[in-house]
């Protein structure tokens, strides 16, 4: 029996325990930390925190516990991910959840959402200076695009072995955005910029709101046919909204697919960072090239729309531009936080969805673009 | 590493292209779009117009024939009865079965012409008009 | 860098376009119309539509994005209809919403079900003169089953490359129930037969209604074994819906279940239209032995009607056999329009419930029967 | 194409029989349900008639004896009891927690003899019977 | 045509039909009456028995509908038990129902929940005798853990081709809780004991709740790894359930995705009972075992309690020990019942709540230390 | 069978050691895992009365300062307007925002100093306090 107790102990997580994963362990409640007690984008970061607990647990190899190996149940929900499937429920949710009367009202701000897609080309070339192979290279980019669904999908397209570092870089960014963005934004403005007001956009029939997914659909994937399976999700899941007579799918697409989908996907992208395959040189330049992504992001963003207001009678807010990096409605937020700082009686939260969802459809583009050029 | 082999490395993948083709796609995407959308409220009021100007040229045209039918057809007695059936409303809602209009019609004792009778005239002359899911509602623009 | 923009724009859909697909895409645009603007069956007709689109936009073949090349996101979808899946939990779905009452009160109104049936077998005739396969006549046939899970569930067993036509065939062909059968029910039926009135039927007790999918699950699939999967789970379903104590279930498979396959089957229906597949001669043949079929369906409904009539006593309208077509509740609701286009004050709806979901009981047996004869 | 051809074309496949068998068999199908189902209700009547017999029966010749035992147990002060608590019940619902019942009775000054024991004299007596989920109800046939 | 009639009546129930499969519809029958009429777990017996219909319907074999036949519908559902995948999602629904107040307000508690697990070793022991492998034998002996997804997910591990008898064993069983446990519950404690009375448990912090999952997690996961699939997710439902912030995700957990796989898992599970397959000597000794095991599962979590007597100042009422077994919530309200059979004024509800949800947490570690042994 | 059979049988497939150990480690488990449990609340209890201990240091040697600069701040004018304020909670709810605030005081003729003003000023004494998702709430730590 000793013989038993010795296989058993030889088992257990304790003489299987490596410093990596004690490491991730720590990172993981860190996660969940930051999600229950920041409020930091809680509705990922406790189940990716959980995920990377779950997954760098100690468990001997063969027995089909690990994501890694075929035949467990984590490998299984795992599916998911790697063959794209995930992302684009979750982008049916978004647009079935997402008004897109703002940007409708005022389409001249999607120009803020291309700008800030800049980050991701601009990265895209530093992570290729850095060694990466292109296909590598174009996912590191598109964490720039802050789009968590979007840089798993393009990732799980032309790099499925750096899902895990890329996706709880591109979480983390989007999560830390009330932190990362402030500063850039008040280097990049003046205070009299960030004082502009901005006018009340014009109402928005049901009916332009019905016939945008279809024309939108139409457009993004005739330029971008590799746009297709996330923005034809995304529009598809505006108009289950907007068409009003379908309130029941759209329901279905916002509720029970979005969320079942998220707790899937937060679940194993945390559970694909084992210690030794997440704790490597790699995974430290993927995080530095990704901050340096949000930060170039958020800068051509602001500087933009700072170009732009050359141009305009009515002049916009710089601060919008940062919001055009995406990170649905958490950079819509921080401008709307920033703006108030100067003058608690300008609303902009309205004013920054449009370059915020613009931004969306930015990345999502620029990750077709990406894949076509590299498949 | 040396600036020149960075450099190298960008060139080696053809990566200053790819960069510089992806933002412009991307912006080129996104520039049309919004110009298309800025057409949408457009071409959607040009189109209501264009109805407006049918049916006035309509109106013109056939709108007194029309009138004069449903005028021959919409006898006083009619209109009062109308009239009558029409301060229901507020109990039936905008829209409402025909059951329940003749229920509610004869519990306030209006049996005289019957229910049914005066139902089906105001059905043919176009007051009540009847919805895809078979409910019923008041047509305003026939009441003038 | 012309060669990536030349490249890139040989990508794009302008240079790809085909006129089959300009063709489908303005079929897809109008089913949405039709949906949103006629209420034509909307959560159907919509995602479909938006699945049209989705599977017409001109991509490059090779990149993994169309619903027939493997791996691509919506062939992943796809697989519940090639496989089976979907039709199956839409009829748990369907049987967990299904009030049986009014045909357990009046069984012999199912006979108006079994009635309807004969557009299927017919339809097969006509199909096999036009030099159709056996199993291809088939499939076309059960689009006058009218039906839209059973057609795809049969045709995915013995044409699955059809599928697309038929599903399309046959949804749009329900929709358009209050087109397609009013004429027809006033060309067989006198002025007199559609004043006739009925009476209430009686009060069916719940253990009558506990009782019903159990022993209607028993009979029916020992006589048509195959019609199992279908029917199998439209009698889960009802079981779960009157057992009561299982309500929780019951809503699950009514409101979850339903709603998220009905969204994923709708677009990859769609999807599968691809016009170099879809606008072919044999499409043409199935759109015009479908509405055959249906017409024939409603034909039979209403002479067998008649022809009970000259035994009953007490006069069924003879209105309600045209709902022995399935597509529930729709061809009810038309019985009941048509019937107070008479006489407003003649009630009908309830009474043409009975043979509208007989005739759903019917076609999934008529499938199972096509199906055994044919493997 | 002839007539003919479109006819061969049929016999080929054995189209004919399989239409026709088809049919019939889904005919037949429907027509047994149809039979089973109208019989669905009378047999179960059949069943509760046959209870309403036994239990008649029963009575006949058991009753008797059960209502003395109860009877015994039954005391009139334990029944003028038991009319106190029931006045309870509309505040309770039809189904209730014995704890709930004890603080409404001790609430309204029941205390004498304490209501612990008089509950448990009544779950004795039949009167307080307890469903699967551990609720308590008022059993009527007992009261009688 | 007579041809074509012989072979579908060859092809029918009433040709194919076999005395075993007559049987099996009896005992589906039975589980649905049990779980409507009687209350039995409705949740589980009525889509276990409608299952068991189902699976016995006489059909052809080759036709793809036996669900062990590939292809089938039913066997495509049925990949979600055999893969073990259902389980750990029922699992993570219950953690995002299950409120651990009670467990963590008095620890000590948990120590009758691991008495009761000696059930399982014990019955292992005896199939061992009977002649079982040791798979077979673990698989059988977990019944006594009196938890159906537990029971599922380590037979589908060990023992696959007995998943259908086990799990009908172990939910029979389970749902019997209120018929066998009591007179055991009554041999093993005397009317003094029964009416020993436990004082409130204290307030448990949020912060507490919220710290539980995650300690729950690494504690039991390094020391028995291969829990990790089943107590992973219970602990991650739970988390989500805790944190307040992710309330959405939780309800999707606990609504969407438990009802929706309670439905799969149960009419597939109900379906795997084919009469040939299931009627067996095996199944008679499985039945029996698992019998056993539950009576001694219950027996040791009573004199457990009884042991811990001897050393408590505070003496608790052995009774709770009973709830031990797991069948959450079920064996804690027998245990209640029983109390308060003695006395109607002893409310054990919640304090046995303590030991039967630590029974769910004994059982998966069993589970996970046998999968260990025996991989 | 015999029973030296039976325990044979056990023997055989090493039956007798994993029943003991696996039931071992199962216990062991929940022993470790309750031990645990037990802990968290007086760890984190600890943990609470830490941070008091800190914050009364902190009071100790820092507070006086801040209590004085915000006296500056604080002028018994802005302190009567902040009462003022501070009644319109109850329509507000605890967590509000600005534009609401504004237009309540200003439904409210609280127009002198103007509602921006006062607010910067009571959010600069520290008196009104923004969370992570843009709202304000009253802190009432600087109120005393
Ligand atoms: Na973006
Ligand atoms: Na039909
Ligand atoms: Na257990």
């Known amino acids: ?375 | 590493m040396q600036i020149a082999t960075l450099i190298e490395q960008v060139s080696a993948h053809n990566g200053w292209n790819m960069a510089l083709a992806g933002m412009t796609i991307v912006f080129t995407c996104l520039v049309i779009l919004a110009l298309t959308i800025s057409r949408i409220h457009k071409i959607l009021d040009l189109l209501d117009n264009r109805d407006q100007l049918r049916l006035k040229m309509r109106e013109f045209f056939v709108g007194r024939e029309k009138e004069k039918q449903v005028a021959s057809l919409l006898t006083p007695a009619l209109e009062l009865e109308a009239a009558r059936y029409r301060r229901l409303t507020p109990f039936l809602g905008e829209t409402f079965s025909l059951k329940k209009l003749i229920r509610f019609a004869e519990s306030r004792g209006m049996t005289n012409p019957p229910p049914e009778k005066t139902i089906r005239q105001l059905m043919e002359v176009g007051l009540i008009k009847k919805d895809m899911r078979n409910r019923f509602t008041w047509d305003d623009s026939v009441a003038k």
Chains 1, 3, 5 share one sequence.
């Not at chain 1, 998911?80 to 499937?85: E, F, L, N, Q, Y």
């Not at chain 1, 290729?128 to 590598?136: D, H, I, V």
């Not at chain 1, 139409?218 to 746009?227: K, Q």
Request: charged share 15%; glycine share 10%.
């Open chain 1, 1 to 375: 029996m000793e013989d038993l107790f010795l296989q058993f102990l030889s088992n257990t997580g304790f003489a299987l325990v490596d410093y990596r994963q004690v490491i991730m362990l720590c990172v993981g409640t860190l996660f969940i930390y930051l999600g229950i007690a920041k409020h930091y984008e809680p509705l990922l970061l406790v189940p990716i925190g959980f995920g990377v607990l779950m997954g760098n647990m100690p468990v001997m190899h063969g027995m089909g516990l690990s994501i890694y190996e075929e035949g467990s149940v984590l490998s299984y929900l795992y599916y998911g991910v790697t063959k794209g499937i995930y992302p684009p429920l979750i982008f049916m949710g978004i647009g079935a959840m997402t008004d897109f009367s703002t940007m409708l009202a005022r389409p001249s701000l999607m120009l803020l959402g291309a700008a800030a897609q800049a980050g991701i080309f601009i990265t895209f070339l530093g992570a290729l200076m850095l060694g990466f192979s292109p296909g590598e290279a174009a996912s590191i980019g598109i964490i720039g695009g802050a789009d968590g669904p979007t840089a798993i999908f393009l990732t799980s397209k032309l790099a499925p072995k750096l899902i895990g570092p890329i996706a709880i870089a591109a979480y983390s960014y989007m999560a830390l955005v009330p932190v990362i963005q402030p500063p850039i934004m008040k280097l990049f403005t003046t205070k009299k910029e960030r004082l502009i007001k901005m006018r009340e956009p014009r109402k928005v029939s049901k009916r332009e709101r019905i016939i945008f997914p279809i024309i939108g659909l139409i457009l993004s994937c005739l330029l971008a046919p590799a746009a297709l399976p996330l923005l034809g999700m995304l529009f598809l899941g505006n108009l289950l909204k907007e068409a009003t007579v379908t309130e029941r799918l759209a329901d279905a697409a916002r509720n029970t697919v979005i969320d079942t989908v998220t707790i899937l996907l937060g679940v194993t992208v945390g559970a694909s960072t084992q210690g030794d395959i997440f704790l490597t040189k790699e995974s430290i330049g993927i995080f530095v090239l990704g901050a340096l992504s949000f930060a170039v992001a958020t800068a051509c963003g602001l500087v933009f729309a700072k170009g732009m207001n050359l141009f305009l009678k009515e002049k916009i807010n710089p601060l919008i531009g940062a919001a055009g990096v995406s990170a649905v409605p958490d950079s819509a937020r921080v401008v709307h936080t920033v703006a108030q700082q100067e003058d608690p009686t300008n609303y902009l939260l309205m004013h920054a969805m449009a370059p915020n969802i613009s931004g969306v459809i930015g990345s999502a583009i620029g990750a077709g673009v990406l894949w076509s050029f590299l498949t």
